[in-house]
Every structure is written in structure tokens, then in C-alpha cells.
């Protein structure tokens, strides 16, 4: 009986504390076939809790409330037949149906609501759910994946707001053969009898990736005669050491340059984070979090082609 008035507590608390944390996922290099698995493209965009009930809410990983900065979404709880807790993914879509990571970002570091309405009529931001935690005052978590496949399929009317994450089952390798030639950031595996696993990095969730994504910190910038970023000096705790991991500059918006300068005036440090390099540095708190995208790394360690993603608000 204490049981479940504990998991009645539980389940109460998804809706009314919206403290959900999403479950992770581990990382693989290549591919694989497995009848056990069914694969999901990988979609690059930001993560996702959504609570529809008598209204809409959207939580990151950080449990920040995202509607404000996506009003376009503010009505999906109507499409979904009963309330329900999903997981997914915000993105913002090209033409040709490809995620626009870069559109995403920009709209999640407006503050004028003005502009963010403006952007939501221009750059409009969709949901994809790919799964399921509650519907009613049902709790979905310890169900297996597939049956709570059934529950999204049959719950979410889709429309251009909302969809439902496609899936195939056996061929991860085809998939991600796909993605690769599509310039896709690559495909997701899932165990078809995985539980829900709120909050853990689970083996029975692999991300397939054709790009590297690694958050690493900012820890010094260099500037050219204007005063704007010339480039971003990149480190990484490993055992509670910061070490070097390079410089960036490619695709960083000047919203974001905005950020990181105005972050740099008021967290400037004296001392140099790492040895020999420039003089010229102005070095920081390394506590400003960003995604680095690269194709691989170097032998001697370093990132090849490395791209500045975004910048992190939610770590």
C-alpha cells in the first residue's frame, strides 16, 4: 500500500513539480544491425520535456521553462487526446526538411518579445516526440520501449506544430549510411525492451554520430584591433584538471560573441589557464560552457575542422 502511494506521490510530482529528467543516451563510432534495436535519426536540435495538460510547458535539461522563447508551440497540448509528460526534440527545420541547428540557437538567445515574435512567424520551432513518461496518471517509465511506442502513436495528433519521431527496425547501418549522405548528424538506436530511465546514461540508448559534439569550456578569448573575438580558447576538466583542447572561432553569431565579451569584462583572471600560448589572450572564468563540433580528432589529440555550435545555457 506505501508503495503505491509513493509512485501515486511520483507521478503527481511529473505535473505539478515538472522536475523531469530526461534519460541520456552513450556514445558508439560506427553502426550496427541488431533485430533488438530500432533506430531514429538523430535530430539536431535542443532536448525536451514537455507537460501537456490544460496548457503547455517545455522543460530543458536545466528544467528551464522554453515557451516564453517559442510561443509557436504554446497550443500542442491540444493535440495531445489525454494529458501526458513527453521527450523530445525542439528544431527548426530547412526547406528541405534538414534541422537547422543554427536558426534554433538564435532564437533561444532573443530576449525582446518583440523579436521572438517575429522569429516565431519567420523560423518556426516544431516539436518531434520520440517517447513517452505518463499519460493520465499513468506512469509509462517502467514500460518497454515499444508499448510506450504504441501509447505516443495513439495520444499526439500530429500537425505542423508536433510530430511523432519516425522509426525503423534492423538497419541501423543502411540508416546511417543515409544520414551520411544527407549531411545528417546521425542516427539513435534504442532497445526495444529498454525502460525508461529518468535522469541515466543507459547502454540501451546509442547515438551514432557523423560529427563530433563535445561541450568544453571557455577559457580565453583573443581579439583583433577592433576588439571583436578573433578566437576562443578551449579547455576541458578531465580528473579535475583543466586541460587544453584548442581554438575556435568558425560560426560563432554575433549574439553569442555579445555574450561571451560581456561575460569576459566582468570574469576576467590574471594569470594565464595554460602555458605557452599568446601573450595576447584575455584570459576568464572557465565556467561559460560551449558545443564544439568536429569531424574527428588529429593524432596528436587536437580537433579537426572544429566549429563553434552554440553556447550552453543549461550546463
Known amino acids: 500500500m506505501q508503495g503505491s502511494q509513493n509512485k501515486e506521490e511520483s507521478i503527481v510530482d511529473f505535473f505539478k513539480i515538472k522536475n523531469v529528467s530526461p534519460m541520456?543516451?552513450?556514445?558508439?563510432?560506427?553502426?550496427?544491425?541488431?533485430?533488438?534495436?530500432?533506430?531514429?535519426?538523430?535530430?539536431?536540435?535542443?532536448?525536451?520535456?514537455?507537460?501537456?495538460?490544460?496548457?503547455?510547458?517545455?522543460?530543458?535539461?536545466?528544467?528551464?521553462?522554453?515557451?516564453?522563447?517559442?510561443?509557436?508551440?504554446?497550443?500542442?497540448?491540444?493535440?495531445?487526446?489525454?494529458?501526458?509528460?513527453?521527450?523530445?526534440?525542439?528544431?527548426?527545420?530547412?526547406?528541405?526538411?534538414?534541422?537547422?541547428?543554427?536558426?534554433l540557437q538564435k532564437r533561444s538567445l532573443l530576449t525582446d518579445s518583440l523579436k521572438i515574435e517575429l522569429e516565431s512567424q519567420k523560423h518556426r520551432v516544431h516539436f518531434v516526440a520520440y517517447d513517452i513518461l505518463q499519460v493520465g496518471d499513468e506512469d509509462l517509465t517502467d514500460m518497454k520501449l515499444m508499448k510506450r511506442k504504441e501509447y505516443l502513436a495513439s495520444m499526439i495528433k500530429e500537425n505542423d506544430a508536433i510530430s511523432i519521431s519516425r522509426f525503423i527496425e534492423r538497419q541501423g547501418i543502411e540508416l546511417f549510411n543515409l544520414t551520411t549522405k544527407l549531411n545528417l548528424e546521425g542516427i539513435v538506436a534504442k532497445a526495444k525492451d529498454s525502460k525508461y530511465e529518468l535522469g541515466k546514461r543507459s547502454k540501451n540508448w546509442i547515438k551514432i554520430k557523423n560529427y563530433v559534439d563535445e561541450d568544453l569550456l571557455i577559457c580565453g578569448i583573443l581579439l583583433d584591433e577592433k576588439g571583436n573575438i578573433k578566437d576562443l580558447v578551449l579547455g576541458q576538466l578531465e580528473n579535475k584538471t583543466l586541460i587544453y583542447r584548442g581554438k575556435v572561432f568558425l560560426h560563432i553569431s554575433k549574439e553569442e560573441q555579445k555574450i561571451i565579451l560581456s561575460y569576459a569584462r566582468s570574469h576576467k583572471i590574471s594569470r594565464p589557464l595554460f602555458d605557452n600560448l599568446s601573450k595576447d589572450i584575455v584570459w576568464i572564468e572557465p565556467k561559460l560552457v560551449c558545443t564544439i563540433e568536429y569531424m574527428n580528432k588529429t593524432d596528436d589529440g587536437n580537433m579537426r575542422q572544429p566549429v563553434f555550435k552554440a553556447l550552453r545555457d543549461d550546463k
Do not use: M
Open 24 to 103: 541520456l543516451l552513450v556514445s558508439q563510432d560506427k553502426p550496427f544491425d541488431d533485430e533488438n534495436y530500432i533506430y531514429e535519426l538523430k535530430l539536431d536540435g535542443i532536448r525536451c520535456i514537455a507537460y501537456l495538460d490544460t496548457h503547455t510547458s517545455l522543460r530543458n535539461k536545466k528544467n528551464k521553462e522554453l515557451l516564453p522563447l517559442y510561443p509557436e508551440l504554446s497550443n500542442i497540448h491540444k493535440q495531445a487526446r489525454e494529458r501526458c509528460v513527453l521527450d523530445g526534440e525542439l528544431v527548426v527545420l530547412n526547406t528541405d526538411g534538414s534541422p537547422n541547428f543554427q536558426l
